[in-house]
Every structure is written in structure tokens, then in C-alpha cells.
């Protein structure tokens, strides 16, 4: 998808997603707990619209490789809160 990989790091993904083609992105996409909070967050919501449209998103191919670790995360969170195992 997208060759740009000039961008910042610490990443902003609020807008625009990990980008292909970054070395760095690609580490993020494959080790979530990498992101600060503020894009965990973002990256969290973002996959919650994925889920539920996925035709919107995802942005970027290493985006969608997060957004597929989030969202099997998701999916074991709400195992966790049934079980009531969510620790303290
Ligand atoms: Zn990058």
C-alpha cells in the first residue's frame, strides 16, 4: 500500500496508521506493547471499527497485522472478564 516511510517515530497512527515499508512499524505491528498508550489506544479503537466494517480498514498492511493481534486480544479480554480472571 502506502511507500511513504519518512515519517516520525514514535509514530502518530491516530491518522495514519503503521506504514508499509518501515522497519520500525513493522516491529510495532509484531510486538503491540511497543506502541506508547496514546496509539495503543487509537489502534485499539480503530480496530473495533475494523471488527465491525472491514471494508474501512485497515491502512496499511502492517496495520492490518496489528489489528489482527488486537483484535484475537479482544476476543480472549472478554473470556477473561466472563471468567472473572481479569486480574487486579
Ligand atoms: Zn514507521
Known amino acids: ?46 480496530t473495533r471499527l475494523w471488527m465491525a466494517d472491514k471494508g474501512r480498514y485497515p491502512l496499511s498492511d502492517n496495520e492490518l497485522i496489528a489489528m489482527r493481534l488486537v483484535e484475537k486480544h479482544l476476543v480472549f479480554a472478554r473470556v477473561m472478564e466472563r471468567l472473572d480472571t481479569v486480574a487486579v
Open 1 to 46: 500500500m502506502s511507500a511513504a516511510h519518512n515519517h516520525n517515530h514514535p509514530p502518530c497512527i491516530r491518522e495514519d496508521g503503521l506504514q508499509d515499508g518501515c522497519r520500525r512499524c513493522t516491529q510495532h505491528a509484531e510486538n503491540l506493547l511497543s506502541l506508547d498508550d496514546d496509539n495503543l489506544h487509537a489502534l485499539i479503537e480503530r
